[in-house]
């Protein structure tokens, strides 16, 4: 039995879950076992219909905090957060495993860099695919590159609980039902343009399992259509600061002419140039 620490401060691990007694088997022990003991786990049953209920609680452990509501996974979400009690609140889904060290490595960064908000980590997939994914580290590399594509793994973070508060009290609620199936790339995208830090860990820190039956396979053309609206709502964020901190529009259509030799650019074209624009001006 790996020994557990029962240090400060407490992390809020808060974990949905729909249907997911087989994997569960699995994915809790990983987090009873973890060798950083001060947390409690929010498991939000999301209107099962299998054996969920009595999976969770053939686990004795008074860190387990058990909460059944109707079907509504975005709802589900949101009502872990607001029952977090940590410092810290770690994102956890129910068919994932969570490799050791992880929530001790996450706290012990996020204690050492008070001016981060959300924290991600590497992570490496298993099932249907065995790759590995590294996220980019620093904070200027990180919110340029939401204008390609989601640099934070959401099955990775941490996040401070003190700014998911700053962020509920503005917006309602962390996660936007508008921005289903890409709900996470919608709040990083909102965070970076309110100011909020992020980084990422290079520690391979989870195991993310890859299956037809997973949200981002079964609805992939919803995640696509909703990713690429993101990616619209926030080039265009960024075009405004590029401009309002010195760069002259005219450069910018320039610049963007420039990209393509025949002039005749696509949306990524434009894309990948106010990347670069962007990251200039952050630097």
């Known amino acids: 039995m790996t020994e557990i620490l029962n240090v400060s401060p407490l992390v809020s691990i808060v974990m949905p879950a729909y249907n997911m007694a087989t994997f ?33 609680h053939s686990f004795p452990d008074n860190r387990i905090v058990y909460v059944r509501r109707e079907h509504d996974y975005m709802a589900s979400m949101n009502a872990g ?9 770690i994102r956890m889904d129910a068919d994932d495993l969570m490799l050791q ?25 298993f099932g249907k695919d065995d790759s590995s994914l590294y996220g980019l580290t620093e904070h200027t590399s990180i919110i340029s590159s939401l204008l390609l594509y989601n640099t934070m793994a959401h099955p990775t973070i941490i996040m401070r609980k003190e700014s ?27 965070m970076a343009m309110e100011g909020f830090r992020f980084d990422n860990i290079k520690d391979m820190l989870i195991k993310h399992r890859i299956s037809s039956q997973a949200v981002t396979s079964v609805y992939a053309e919803e995640s696509r259509h909703t990713a ?33 030799s025949d002039s005749r650019l696509n949306l990524q074209d434009i894309r990948q140039l106010v990347y670069v624009l962007y990251k200039r001006i952050l630097l």
Request: proline content about 2%; charged content about 30%; glycine content about 6%.
């Open 24 to 56: 569960l088997l699995e994915c809790i022990p990983s987090i009873l076992e973890q060798d950083y003991g001060n947390f409690e786990l929010i498991i939000v049953d999301d209107g099962s219909t299998d054996q969920t209920a009595e999976v969770v």
């Open 81 to 89: 957060v607001r029952l977090a009690k940590g410092k810290y609140i």
């Open 101 to 125: 060290g992880r929530i001790r490595k996450q706290v012990e960064y996020m204690e050492a860099h008070p001016e981060v908000d959300v924290c991600g980590s590497g992570m490496k997939n």
């Open 164 to 190: 998911v508060e700053h962020y509920i009290a503005k917006h309602g609620v962390l996660y936007d039902k508008e921005y289903v199936y890409a709900e996470d790339y919608r709040l990083w995208t909102c």
């Open 228 to 260: 690429e609206k993101i990616k619209t709502e926030y080039l265009k964020y960024a075009i405004q600061e590029i401009c309002q901190k010195g760069e002259a529009f005219e450069q910018i259509i320039d610049d963007i002419m420039k990209l393509s």
